[in-house]
């Protein structure tokens, strides 16, 4: 399987913009990268997924580099509800229904 | 419905005893995943079900013992657990498809075995 490398904890003041790197070196043309977040005593909670172009939802945007070797999850305006882990994922598009397979993730800290 | 319900929330269980954790889901969603947690941990896949059928499991212990009733209910039963065994267990749900969709996960059962 792919892998994904996310830096281990990041900092950020809240309601400003938070950019959340990921590297996925090794991706194949048929892997959608997705983003989750854990919230403390919370299950993860699906935030976005792309495959080559960026995309926007309610909660956050992705950015896809041209090459597809990384991506960036990009909270527009953070607060302290943001405060979580967030999980960078690839999944095989070839596949049916195989499961999540969580890296370290990165710990979010935001500050009032 | 978006929602994955897990119950009971909490548990505390004797290493001899049964018991066993419940997961509903009324999305349509025919894959459905049982997680372990460990504090300060990512999550671990357990099993995986699809179309009420087990599809993998990850060379869990036979005192985990997972059960799909039908396409809205996964159970996993509990037996002669040990103390290590204590952890958040998470349940998902997704389409089959799972890679243009995202999966839903329930807020989990803390299990703590004595």
């Known amino acids: 399987d792919a892998k994904t490398t996310q830096p281990n904890s990041m900092e950020s003041n809240e309601e400003e913009p938070v950019h959340l790197p990921c590297n996925h070196s090794?991706?194949?043309?048929?892997?959608?990268i997705h983003w989750y977040r854990q919230l403390p005593s919370q299950g993860p909670e699906y935030v976005i997924h792309g495959l080559t172009s960026n995309v926007n939802n309610r909660m956050a945007s992705l950015a896809i580099a041209e090459d597809r070797k990384s991506s960036t999850l990009i909270l527009h305006r953070a607060t302290l509800r943001d405060a979580a882990v967030y999980y960078c994922?690839?999944?095989?598009?070839?596949?049916?229904?195989?499961?999540?397979?969580f890296g370290k993730g990165t710990h979010l800290i935001i500050q009032p | 419905d978006t929602e994955v319900t897990q119950t009971p929330k909490h548990l505390v269980m004797g290493m001899t005893n049964k018991k066993s954790l419940k997961c509903e889901q009324h999305?349509?969603?025919?894959?459905m995943y049982w997680y372990k947690q460990k504090a300060k941990k990512p999550p671990e896949l357990m099993f995986v079900?699809?179309?009420?059928?087990?599809?993998i499991n990850e060379s869990v212990p036979s005192r985990f013992s997972p059960e799909c009733p039908n396409s809205s209910l996964l159970n996993l039963h509990l037996h002669a657990l040990q103390p290590e065994d204590s952890a958040l267990y998470l349940c998902a749900s997704s389409q089959v498809g799972q890679f243009l969709y995202g999966y839903t996960f329930g807020s989990g059962t803390r299990l703590t075995v004595v």
């Open positions: 079900y699809s179309y009420e059928k087990l599809s």
């Open positions: 090794t991706i194949s043309g048929t892997d959608y």
């Open positions: 999305m349509g969603h025919r894959a």
């Open positions: 994922i690839l999944l095989y598009s070839g596949g049916g229904a195989d499961g999540l397979t």
